[in-house]
């Protein structure tokens, strides 16, 4: 294992003992529950990613000592990767609208987002030297342009706080004599603390670090993992005349799912044709949707409207008022007023359309099919691109096996959870992010045994 960290230069050193650890300059900050100051806890957290290391920040900061762990050769190498090397860290959107967003599970996120909203966390950065704008009036990135500066800023921040992370930090466990937790199992031995802090993501994108292995870790503490599939994935199509539009941009587009008791709004935004499908943010808004339905049927029907007017009566009365208006325009022509060039021909083929067709010519069925592929086109999904393509996980620890006020499993004491290894994932748009950042910031926090009390009382542990 490899350790890195400002008291910790020799990186062939073993795994520190926490309880000699430096004491932390935050640790003067009274305890509620006992009204004793409590700066001894020592909390272990498995995972280097964005959750985990808030999580570190917040406990330290609140006075525990901390030991952060990653399997990967660096921390947060996943972070560097986001939002296209920009790193999309949050959005604009008001509580409500934000928590919304996660569906049923937005509830759960709800005491995660008061301890740390998205005003909470610009300020967070702001202090460590790092400025977001928001350009497009909703989804904030790095002034730098650089998911690096974030992942530096933490970095920083956790050698000022003297918080060593132990990297390559494979085949981890709980160690939990008795049924009780008092560690970390290590190839290297055992690591005593008084709370472990999961952080280790799920199973998306397992090059760049969450390969699911820390489920076993909850799971060895009894809890249910929900099948995780993945969400924000690309969706292969049975039909190929998607493909024949690879590259092409859809604006706005909105995709519903085609079975009953599913949601007539569907998502909205635009769509990326790709050499197996469809891709961009309405397309990953609703894979992990599709995902959960690929694990029931062999395939889950779409429809996609590609334009505003999902009326086929009104498609029909528009493609006759061309037919007698407009006789000699190429059909594809005339679609490509309304649809990017290559997206108009390959509807038009799909009806049935001849490419030199001219409107006068086109006969009523093809009016009909092209009609209705204009107001709803139907795409059939035969699968997603899996994990490997996948930007987030849906499944993951049961909720209901953890107090959302605390992060704090009910099963085990003094375990608690953070980011994307919870069954918890929102859509495009820094909505990810923002979660993993609160929830490590309040799991951190609860581990270092501070209250949501402690915090109502005003005590502001950010800023410092
Ligand atoms: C390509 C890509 C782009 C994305 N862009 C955005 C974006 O712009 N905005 C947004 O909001 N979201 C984005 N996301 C999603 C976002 O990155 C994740 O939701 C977020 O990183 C989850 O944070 P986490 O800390 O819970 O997990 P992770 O970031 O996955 O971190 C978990 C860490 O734990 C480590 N680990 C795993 N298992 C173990 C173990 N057994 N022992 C020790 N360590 C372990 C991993 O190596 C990893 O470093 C993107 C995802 C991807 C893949």
Do not use: N, Y
């Given at each position: 294992m490899l350790m890195l960290g400002a008291h910790c230069p020799n990186p062939q050193s073993s795994i520190p003992n926490p309880q000699s650890a430096i004491p932390n300059p935050q640790s003067a900050i009274p305890n509620p529950q006992s009204a004793i100051p409590n700066p001894h806890n020592t909390v272990l957290i498995v995972g280097a990613g964005p959750a985990g290391m808030m999580a570190a920040i917040s406990a330290a900061r609140a006075g525990a000592r901390v030991t952060l762990f990653e399997r990967m050769d660096r921390p947060g190498v996943k972070l560097l990767a986001t939002g296209g090397g920009r790193c999309n860290l949050t959005n604009t959107l008001a509580p409500e609208a934000f928590l919304e967003r996660f569906g049923r599970h937005g509830k759960f996120l709800r005491p995660a987002l008061a301890a740390l909203d998205q005003r909470a966390l610009l300020d967070f950065f702001n202090q460590l030297g790092v400025r977001f704008h928001a350009e497009d009036g909703l989804h904030y990135f790095p002034a730098s342009e650089s998911a690096a500066s974030v992942r530096d800023a933490l970095l920083a921040e956790l050698r000022r706080l003297g918080v060593p992370i132990v990297c390559r930090a494979e085949s981890l466990s709980l160690w939990m004599p008795q049924g009780q937790l008092k560690g970390l199992r290590t190839p290297s031995g055992d690591v005593a603390g008084d709370c472990a802090v999961l952080a280790a993501g799920g199973k998306a994108w397992p090059s760049l670090g969450s390969d699911g292995s820390g489920y076993a870790l909850a799971a060895q503490a009894g809890h249910e993992i929900i099948t995780p599939v993945p969400a924000l994935a690309p969706l292969v199509t049975g039909e190929k005349w998607p493909t024949r539009c690879t590259g092409i941009v859809s604006p706005g587009a909105r995709l519903r799912i085609d079975l009953p008791k599913r949601s007539r709004q569907g998502v909205q935004g635009d769509l990326l044709f790709t050499h197996r499908g469809i891709s961009g943010p309405a397309a990953l808004d609703i894979s992990g949707e599709v995902s959960g339905l690929l694990m029931e049927r062999d395939n889950v029907p779409l429809r996609v409207?590609?334009?505003?007017?999902?009326?086929?009566?009104?498609?029909?009365?528009?493609?006759?008022?061309?037919?007698?208006?407009?006789?000699?325009?190429?059909?594809?022509?005339?679609?490509?007023?309304?649809?990017?060039?290559?997206?108009?021909?390959?509807?038009?083929?799909?009806?049935?359309?001849?490419?030199?067709?001219?409107?006068?010519?086109?006969?009523?069925?093809?009016?009909?099919?092209?009609?209705?592929?204009?107001?709803?086109?139907?795409?059939?999904?035969?699968?997603?691109?899996?994990?490997?393509?996948?930007?987030a996980t849906r499944g993951g620890v049961n909720l209901r096996e953890v107090d959302p006020r605390r992060l704090e499993s009910r099963l085990l004491g003094g375990l608690y959870f953070a980011g994307e290894i919870l069954d918890v994932d929102g859509p495009c748009g820094g909505f990810n992010l923002q979660w993993a950042f609160s929830s490590g910031f309040l799991a951190g926090l609860s581990a270092a045994e501070e209250t949501a009390e402690y915090l109502g009382r005003g005590v502001r542990l950010f800023p410092l």
């Open positions: 409207h590609l334009t505003d007017e999902p009326s086929v009566e009104i498609w029909l009365s528009r493609l006759r008022k061309w037919r007698e208006s407009r006789p000699k325009k190429f059909l594809r022509s005339l679609v490509a007023e309304v649809l990017p060039a290559a997206l108009a021909e390959a509807l038009c083929e799909e009806a049935g359309v001849e490419p030199d067709l001219r409107a006068a010519h086109v006969t009523r069925s093809q009016c009909l099919g092209l009609a209705g592929l204009l107001a709803a086109a139907p795409l059939t999904i035969t699968a997603t691109e899996g994990f490997g393509k996948a930007m």
